[in-house]
């Protein structure tokens, strides 16, 4: 009887509180989380400027900073149940280097930014314990004194958690495939405030969707469990060269992408790209040894060419990320495709990236970044992959070592992004019309360079990939917090892989 009163009793005083807590973010604050951080204080300006592209600063009511999976699982518990967020949406963010705007970031929503969860641990067992907000290069820099390092992103300031749940396309890939495919297991903070574990026996079927399908889509990933590789230093950099050299570019990634198998250690990007701070336009190529072997034969067609100028040294992998970064400043415009290693399109691709450069110089701002890249995409991924459960990127249905493109335009202004949009989803769709053309053209397109709004890379995996996201989906968000109460990021919801 007077437990009943006493229970009466805390329901009202609860219900006063909460009706003073009126906004969500004063309730997020209230439930004892300690960084919530309002506009117009100091800790929301370094957060609201925090991303790579200008593109994904939006203008969140307040962002929050969990501290770890307790807090996550509070921060979940709050946003999806108390009455003031009811009609409040969120987003998810970890290092914020997805560039399109409404990836990692809401307007008039709650901004999950997990920078704090930042922590790398190396466990005695040769797993390295990652969290999801740490950036690449300070994940390598608490593994390099171990003499180990995980497969992770190339540029030391991009975050975990995007890289890992889009691929993650590494130095080591041509060793150990993606990078999501050497996680062993992944924590999740699932909608309804439940922590798991997804790997190979528990939970599988999330562990897999995972792996490629945008972390976004079914959970806040807490941690990641991730194989540890035992290295010593890394020959390698960044080399540049005059554009008159690009036939003998072409074909000298040609042949690496037919060959990939028969070096693994080896890693190449190629790229065609104009930036003011380098003079204009250039061939600047990364090319990386992961066992330490300088200017092994495989780079020998690139290193024959004449180059203006390179990086290429014996350095750990921490000063090998450290050194690159794309400029900061500029909205990003992005688009991908994936084609066949075919000599025509790579030349109709470098040429659509000349005509937009110079297009760009006489009709917009010459302060603008372009580039085109290629990068291999073997079929032995997919052979690595399948050896540790699968991801969901559709990738075994390739049945050959292809080359993924991106195709970048990035400005200054908001009016300049609009015009650059436009501009890139035709340039983009001229480049798959041309490799169609030559039935060259991989249905196939990477979700970690895709552009938004206008490419859908979930749908790219296929039916049998489509399926089971779908499924994890409403097996692990059933109400669909993650769908519709959490837009940001390649939502199923808003793909064909959904429909
Ligand atoms: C300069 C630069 C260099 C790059 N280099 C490479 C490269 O070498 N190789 C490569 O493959 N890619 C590369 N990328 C692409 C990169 O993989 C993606 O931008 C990636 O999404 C970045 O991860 P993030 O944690 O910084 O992303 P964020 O922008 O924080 O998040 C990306 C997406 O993941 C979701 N997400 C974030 N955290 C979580 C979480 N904990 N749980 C669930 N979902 C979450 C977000 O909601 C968002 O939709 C590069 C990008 C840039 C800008
Ligand atoms: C409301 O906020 C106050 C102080 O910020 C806090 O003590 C209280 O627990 C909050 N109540 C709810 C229901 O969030
Ligand atoms: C956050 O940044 C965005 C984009 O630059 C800007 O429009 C907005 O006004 C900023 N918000 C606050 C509260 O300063
Ligand atoms: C983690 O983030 C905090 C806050 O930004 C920073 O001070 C710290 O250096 C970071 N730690 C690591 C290991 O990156
Ligand atoms: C790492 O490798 C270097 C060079 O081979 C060696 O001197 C050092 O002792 C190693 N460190 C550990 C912790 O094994």
New binding site residues.
């Given amino acids: 009887m007077s437990g009943r009163v006493v229970l009466f009793l805390l329901a009202s005083v609860a219900a006063v509180a909460q009706a003073q807590n009126s906004t969500c973010c004063e309730a997020l604050r209230g439930s004892g989380l300690e960084y919530v951080y309002f506009?117009?204080t100091p800790a929301?300006?370094e957060r609201?400027?925090s991303y790579f592209s200008v593109s994904a600063?939006?203008?969140p009511i307040c962002f929050v900073q969990p501290t770890g999976t307790a807090d996550v699982v509070k921060t979940v518990n709050i946003l999806v149940k108390h009455p003031a967020c009811l009609d409040t949406k969120f987003a998810v963010r970890s290092g914020g280097h997805m560039q399109w705007a409404g990836s990692n970031n809401i307007d008039d929503g709650v901004t999950v930014d997990l920078g704090l969860m930042n922590s790398t641990t190396l466990e005695s067992n040769g797993i390295a314990a990652v969290q999801p907000g740490a950036r690449w290069g300070a994940v390598y820099e608490a593994l390099d004194p171990f003499n180990y390092t995980v497969v992770g992103g190339r540029e030391h300031a991009v975050g975990v958690a995007g890289f890992l749940t889009g691929g993650g396309n590494s130095f080591f890939s041509a060793r150990f495939g993606f990078a999501a495919d050497t996680v062993k297991n992944f924590e999740v903070v699932l909608a309804n405030g439940e922590v798991v574990n997804a790997n190979l026996n528990e939970n599988s079927d999330l562990f897999q969707v995972l792996k490629g399908g945008g972390g976004s889509n079914y959970g806040i990933v807490t941690r990641f469990d991730m194989y540890a590789v035992a290295i010593t230093k890394l020959w390698g950099g960044v080399g540049i060269w005059d554009t008159s050299y690009r036939e003998q570019h072409i074909n000298a990634h040609i042949k690496w992408v037919d060959n990939v198998e028969k070096y693994p250690p080896g890693s190449t990007v190629m790229a065609f790209t104009y930036q003011p701070v380098l003079g204009g336009s250039v061939i600047l190529n990364f090319h990386h040894d992961t066992e330490g072997h300088v200017a092994a034969p495989a780079f020998d067609d690139f290193l024959a060419i004449p180059q203006v100028s390179n990086t290429f040294r014996i350095a750990s992998h921490t000063e090998m990320a450290d050194e690159l970064e794309l400029p900061y400043g500029y909205r990003n415009v992005w688009f991908t495709t994936a084609v066949r290693n075919d000599p025509r399109i790579y030349n109709k691709i470098v040429d659509l990236h000349n005509q937009l450069t110079e297009e760009w110089k006489s009709e917009g701002d010459p302060d603008f970044m372009a580039e085109t890249n290629f990068q291999a995409i073997p079929r032995s991924f997919t052979e690595h992959s399948l050896a540790n459960g699968g991801n969901i990127l559709g990738l075994d249905q390739v049945n050959e070592n292809v080359v993924m493109n991106l195709f970048v335009i990035a400005v200054r202004t908001r009016d300049l992004e609009v015009k650059a949009t436009e501009k890139i989803k035709a340039y983009g769709a001229q480049i798959e019309a041309f490799a169609a053309s030559v039935d060259g053209l991989v249905d196939w397109r990477y979700l970690n360079y895709a552009g938004g709004g206008y490419q859908d890379p979930l749908a790219s995996y296929g039916e049998e990939s489509s399926a089971k996201m779908k499924a994890a989906s409403a097996k692990y968000d059933p109400t669909g917090i993650f769908q519709t109460k959490s837009p940001a990021g390649f939502k199923l919801s808003n793909s064909r892989a959904g429909s």
């Fill in positions: 506009r117009d929301y300006q609201n400027i600063q939006l203008d």
